[in-house]
């Protein structure tokens, strides 16, 4: 085809008027909208610029001579005398010719009002192009801002997080799920399910139950507890929750989040144990109350029939004197159950002090030994002390140590039968002394051996109880020997081969001196006048006897207000004081009697059910002098008169 060919094609297919021209004006070719604008019917061989108006014609021609120039197109204005309507043109060089011819030129002619309409269409295009890119931009800044979020609270949560995509294959962790599996995110991308997420049963079963997982397949996995294997081998018990990642329909992978329950199932391992051991506890409660009715009806019992002995017998018959015997054994022992229950108590609640002083255990365990001698006599009980030291310091507390080993050896005559032995042994080694009673009793099962410390444990008993007992003095002597800082331990082969109890406290260096066991007071007082303050009629009535018949007047008041009525009428030698008084309390009773100049000075005893180191320390704040414990002996009550009217203060 040849290039005059190609540009008559080049016309024709141009939709607005268009021609070929030489430099100098002279129409080669012409389309038919040209034909059309430029109204003449044949254009070949005329001159262009006889067709522009006389006003624009010399504008006209410096355009041509610019396009002719130029290597790009330009645009320009033009005039037709057929229309007198202005044309915008668009020029450029179609060849540029050589010696022997001109430049040729290619000219497209658009009406100026209509450029100017396809511009204001074109550029209205262009700002909604521009909008739209606008809108775009600010969404794909939207989308990274959400995701740049999502990135951050996915990296920042505490559960490990797993997507995986269609084909089941790793496409996202986070740092936790990192953490867990033992892989990287960057190791992991691309891999299987199966090789990341490893999963463990309790048949020790490996598999994943994101393995395979293909599009459409509503994978919904909650709340599955199982134990996850590491990349290192390592199983670590998880909980998981997976959900497939849908778009309009369509499965997008699986989104799996799960963390380490570890912690939680130790918990939940605590909370059962302590579950069982609440409810062994309350077993045991429920079994010490049963204990503890038998026990206290156990001396009730002959304490009635002795009361009732001595009501129906005159006072100088053959053996009246019998039944008081056996009222004051079972008061000692009522006595001893609830001081022995009050320090079980103290023990386990921090509360159980001790006052310690440098003690030659060879002889207080010496002494304890011997006061038990006539009862392992009257038993039928052989007995066989082993002392294998020659000399043995402790620092403790005296009652308490003696407290000791009078449990422990009340707990072997309690079950060992007559015709077997008992055994103390004490022995030393560098840093303890070592104090074993050995019985060849009854014996304990195998089983009951570890708890046989814990309060209110007994091994089985028959049903008759026999043997009696609460069950707290063994737990009592831990609790004791490991506020001296020491240990104690049961051993024994079963039932029918007796039972070793060995207890271990800390030895100190002897001192130069040997201390001796305190005398016990007894004092020998005047008669003195004595105020008892006390609710209860009958403690009232029985401590006034007592008093009495050791030589003293007493004078008896229900209540506190009647009291301090009484005590400022007539000031007593000695005030005995109830705390639990109706109306005005033992201790208000002590303050408005030391505000008064008549009853400043007076001796004051306060008397009271309650032991506590806190509760003594607030009858001194009250001002009583001493504080003594319910149920008082008359050695009690004795001693305590002779202490207060000595000047001796608590």
Known sequence: MTDAQQYARLLQLQPYPAVIIATDGEILLANEAATELLATNNLQNQNLLSLIVPEGL?????????????????????????????????????????????????????????????????????????????????????????????????????????????????????????????????????????????????HDHVFCPLDGTQPGSNVAISGVATHLLSKHGKAVPVELNSAEISVNGVSEGVITVFHDVTVRQRMEAQLRERAARLELLDTRKNQFMTMLAHELRTPLTPISYATQAMRLSPPDAEGSQAPLGVIERQVRHIKRLVNEMLDVSRVANGKLEVEKENLDLIALATTVWDDYQQIFSDAGIHTHLSILAEDAWVNGDRDRLVQILQNLLNNALKFTPQGETIELALSVSETQAIIEVIDTGVGINNEDCADIFEPFTQAAQPLDRELGGLGIGLSLVKGMVSLHGGTASLHSEGRGKGTRVKITLPIIQAPGESQVLPE???????????????????????????????????????????????????????????????????????????????????????????????????????????????????????????????????
């Open 520 to 650: 016990e007071l007894h004092p020998v007082l005047p008669p003195c006048r004595i105020l008892i303050i006390e609710d209860d009629e009958d403690t009232a009535t029985a401590m006034s006897l007592l008093l009495q018949l050791k030589g003293h007047d007493v004078v008896w008041a229900s209540d506190g207000l009647e009291g301090v009525q009484k005590a400022t009428a007539v000031p007593p030698d000695l005030i005995i004081c109830d705390i639990g008084l109706p109306g005005l309390d033992g201790f208000a009773v002590a303050r408005q009697l030391r505000k008064s100049e008549l009853t400043a000075q007076l001796p004051m005893v306060a008397l009271s059910g309650y032991g506590e180191t806190a509760f003594v320390k607030k009858a001194e704040q009250a001002g009583f002098n001493l504080h003594i414990t319910k149920p008082a002996e008359l050695a009690d009550l004795h001693n305590a008169i002779a202490l207060v009217t000595s000047g001796t203060t608590v």
């Open 58 to 202: 010399s504008k006209f021609k410096d355009y041509l001579r610019a396009c002719s120039r130029s290597s790009q197109p330009l645009m320009g204005t033009a005039v037709i005398r057929a229309t007198t309507n202005s044309q915008t043109c668009y020029g450029a060089v179609l060849s540029s010719g050589d010696q022997n011819t001109n430049k040729t030129l290619f000219l497209r002619f658009q009406n100026k009002r209509q450029s100017n309409v396809r511009f204001l269409s074109l550029q209205a295009k262009l700002e909604r192009l521009n909008r739209e890119i606008t809108r775009r931009k600010e969404m794909q800044a939207e989308l990274l801002k959400k995701s740049t979020f999502l990135q951050a609270t996915l990296s920042s949560i505490a559960e490990g997080v797993l997507i995986t995509d269609t084909q089941g294959n790793i496409d996202y962790l986070n740092p936790v799920a990192e953490k867990l599996t033992g892989w990287s995110q960057e190791e992991a991308l691309g891999e299987p399910a199966a090789s990341v997420f490893a999963l463990c049963d309790e």
